[in-house]
């Protein structure tokens, strides 16, 4: 995985959690997201960036470190796509 | 091209339509429309007839004569209608009228030209009234959901969605399989009183004539989001997924941070109050058997 800034969240995006679950409100598209528990965790630690979120949930879940950062690599894209990252982040 | 608007788009010498006012109250909330003509008014009365009172309104709207534009067509043919937020208050803005409400005022400003047919003035103040009860309703910790709302027994049962979800079709099977009373087939008003929620028929226009609806506020015994299926039962929602599901079906409030703020909030508390499930039903009355049987007392 490389060496990245932390992704930021889109300021645009207020959230709320609730029962371990994410909801985020994109406030222009007037969306809404729901994250499940893994997403909740990267969406709430992003600031500790790709590479540490994929160390700490393979420890935590007994996935292999390449397995947890091709699930976190997902999940940014899926992130990214849905506009919930600030422009120009991972 | 769009007219920019900002608050003083509703200063400076303007023109009432009229002389006329009348007042809506909707479960409890009173608006009051002030600056008719004659014939809006008339017109007016005629659509709101089952919802009109003479209780002191909460908010009052001034109709002033407009421009004949505001907002040009969205290109996908759908109705534009925009909110922005300035220091001195909300504006609201469509095609064919503008409306401000002055931060903290109970009374607004609703601009649309009075040459306009009926229809389309009616259709603003329309706007206007849904922007208006949502807006009250949120301060006093309830919003307007896109959902039909029936009575049975006394309790208010809700069922929401996106359109095409069956509101309508669970609305008529209902009437005629169950004999139950109906609040609204589109918008109801979901309206807290302290640790209960109460639902009330709203007068906004949809495929539902005005005097069939139910008056009154209901305590809300069951709240469902509809899926439709060959199969009839109910199926457990994580708060989240509810929240979410509701939060996308409360429309008219439009500002970010009142949704996130206001919103999100209420929206969380009737979750805990109440627990959301997905309805399975398909197009018969047997949906309201699961619908008693998961019943949660209010």
């Known amino acids: 995985m490389r060496k990245e800034t932390p992704p930021k969240r889109n300021p645009d995006v207020s959230w709320r959690t609730i029962e371990g679950q994410a909801v985020l409100i994109h406030n222009r598209l007037g969306e809404i997201q729901v994250l499940n528990d893994l997403g909740t965790y990267i969406w709430e630690h992003l600031e500790l960036g790709p590479e540490v979120l994929a160390r700490n949930i393979a420890q935590e879940h007994e996935v292999s470190v390449p397995d947890a950062q091709r699930d976190v690599e997902e999940f940014m894209k899926a992130l990214r ?4 990252l600030a422009d120009g982040t991972d | 091209m769009d007219r920019p608007i900002a608050p003083g788009h509703f200063s400076g010498p303007l023109n009432l339509q009229g002389g006329g006012a009348f007042t809506v109250t909707v479960g409890g909330i009173a608006v009051q429309f002030s600056g008719l003509s004659e014939a809006i008014l008339s017109a007016a009365r005629e659509r709101y007839s089952p919802f009109l009172s003479d209780e002191p309104p909460l908010h009052t709207a001034a109709l002033f004569d407009g421009p004949e534009h505001y907002l040009d067509m969205a290109e996908d043919g759908y109705m534009r209608m925009e909110e922005r937020d300035f220091p001195e208050g909300r504006i609201m803005v469509s095609h064919d ?13 609703l601009r649309v030209n009075g040459a306009y047919p009926f229809s389309k003035i009616l259709t603003a103040m329309e706007n206007y009234l849904r922007w208006c009860v949502a807006g009250l309703a949120l301060e006093r910790g309830g919003f307007v959901l896109h959902s039909a709302g029936l009575v049975l027994e006394g309790k208010a049962y809700v069922f929401f969605g996106h359109s095409g979800a069956g509101k309508s079709t669970a609305t008529a099977l209902s009437l005629e399989g169950r004999g139950a009373l109906t609040l609204s087939d589109d918008l109801v008003l979901v309206l807290r009183e302290g640790n209960r929620f109460l639902a009330a028929a709203t007068p906004f226009q949809g495929t539902m004539a005005q005097r069939v609806k139910t008056k009154g506020l209901y305590p809300l015994a069951g709240i469902f989001h509809l899926r439709q299926s060959p199969e009839v039962g109910t199926l457990p929602l994580a708060r989240a997924a509810a929240v979410g599901m509701l939060l996308s079906c409360c429309p008219f409030v439009a500002d970010p941070m009142r949704r996130s703020e ?18 399975l039903f398909r197009k018969d009355p047997s949906f309201w058997d699961v619908v008693l049987d998961r019943e949660d007392s209010p």
């Open chain 2, 97 to 109: 009228f503008a409306a401000y409400w002055p931060a903290g005022a109970s009374a607004g400003m």
């Open chain 2, 262 to 279: 206001y919103l999100l909030p209420i929206v969380e508390d009737l979750c805990r109050a109440l627990p959301v499930r997905e309805l």
């Open chain 1, 81 to 84: 796509g849905s506009g919930a």
